[in-house]
């Protein structure tokens, strides 16, 4: 079959969404080029490295280094149709090698630095990635080796880039080669023609966590699509500072420390380390007006900012999504910022998040709902049979100008063209329920589903676990033959019983069966890079097949 890097939507597709303007021609280089000849002084970048202070990076000093990036990138070699795979910590480089990517009309896979070598040589031989860039050591890792070693398993790997100091023999010096490049990337009129937003643009891997491992090819019109949406929903202006704690290589960094600044003209603040005290100091001396987070960075902003008895005044939008949201955080995050808190819906394969609605909604309505989708995603409720109710959830499908293109599993290499099936319709593995409002509500994973017949609805017994006063974080798994008992995996404070567990879900009248007949106490809930709990690795911890990570 073709090439799954070389694919491209369709023709019909194409048009179809280009005449609903949820499309467009150019790719993020192009906003870049417009706010470097219009507003060539502004910030484009804040970042925060560690100990080294933090640097400030102008939309004129961010395209000259793009085009250096690019020069780079030209001299090994890379072209459309290849992948270069990065895998760096919260770097500005991170966004300059993405854009240095789609100048080339390459794609970029990006990587979490946390990935270690096994899966990411099964990733850089599923994408033939002739070029991997990354950092010498990292968070006690040495990075650099672990990619010599694999090297010699990949024959497809030309290069082997090293951002740092610590730079292996027949490995290149990142910066060696762009000081290399210089003079190249001013010299003579930029070529724009390899630049296309209809290519596979964007590779993103999920972890495996709530399904199979998988590949996600996103073209840039796709992101367009749904972050062109958010900027119309939330007025996101060239005035904006926005920052997400999440890593710049996962969907919500590449979002939210990248694109969406980048399209609108406002400013992007990354930090590469972020801790509750330092990382709110980040936001408040920056003016982050715009913050997007999974909740328990939300709950550890609010409660630093109390601490310092400041409002930081300057946050208007705060968008809490990735996990379970407790009622309480939304009257917080009021109390604290005056702001109503969204919540929302998303995942890796779709650009295109749903949201809830702070001019429509409720103010604590990002506790009961995920939202409304935008008009650059369709969704689709589909139930076996009888009324949808949580004890039946529907299967949620979507499809739309946010979708991504193809996925391609990461073992079997077998590629799906979103597109082909199903009239375009894709299978996201949620269960969900509407909210009454127009909108859905995410009431458990397909593949996370305790009960047999009837469904335990875990995101509600979860969100009434951590109301107990003595429990801090809680995770609802399968245990037994058929992994259809509901176990409560906690981090408590004290002794906590199962009988204790179940008299205080009594006292709030939560149906008997919901309720777990298993508690197990941990010290902290193994989670992803993203804020996913693990819920496969409790499920094999809970057999004794595996143990969990030391917190």
Known sequence: ???????????????????????RDESPPADLRRWARETPDAIAITAARGDSGILHVTYAEYAEQVERFTAALRELGVGPGQAVAIQLPNWWQVNALVLGCARLGAAAATIAPSVRPRELQRMLARLGSPVCVTVDRWAGFDHAAAVAEIARQLPQLRHQVVLGEHVGNGQVDLETLLEQCSSAARDGDVDTSAEDPDSVGIVLFTSGTTGKPKGVLLTHNQWYAGLSQTALRDGVTSADVTFTPHVLTHAAGLAYGNLLPLQTGGRAVMTDSWQNESGTSLVEAAGVTYFCGHPNYVSALVSEANKRN??????????????????????????????????????????????????????????????????????????????????????????GAGVALATIDRESGDVVVLGEHD?????????????????????????????????IPAADVE?????????????????????????????????LTIEQVRDYLDAITMTEWYQPTRLERVRALPRTSTGKVQKDLLRRWLRGEADLPQS
């Open 1 to 23: 079959m073709t090439d799954p890097l070389l694919l491209r939507p369709s023709v019909v597709l194409a048009r179809k969404y280009r005449d609903l303007g949820l499309w």
């Open 310 to 399: 400041t409002g930081l005044p300057a946050l208007r939008v705060i968008v809490a999504g990735g996990g379970s949201i407790p009622v309480k955080l939304g009257t917080d995050v009021h109390d604290a910022f005056g702001v109503v808190m969204q919540g929302g819906w998303a995942m890796t394969e779709v650009a295109a998040a749903v949201r809830t609605d702070p001019k429509l909604d409720p103010p604590d309505w990002s506790a009961h709902s995920d939202g409304r989708p935008s008009p650059a995603l369709e969704i689709d409720l589909r139930s076996a049979g009888g009324e949808i109710s949580r004890e039946r959830p529907a299967e949620l499908f979507v499809r």
């Open 423 to 455: 009239e375009g319709w894709y299978d996201t593995g949620d269960l969900v329920v509407p909210d009454g409002r127009g909108g859905i509500r995410v009431v458990g994973r397909a593949v996370d589903r305790i009960g047999v017949g009837w469904m």
């Open 463 to 495: 969100d009434a676990l951590r109301g107990h006063p003595d429990i801090d974080d809680a995770a609802l798994v399968g245990y037994g033959e058929n992994s259809d008992k509901p176990c409560a995996v906690v981090v408590a404070r004290g002794a």
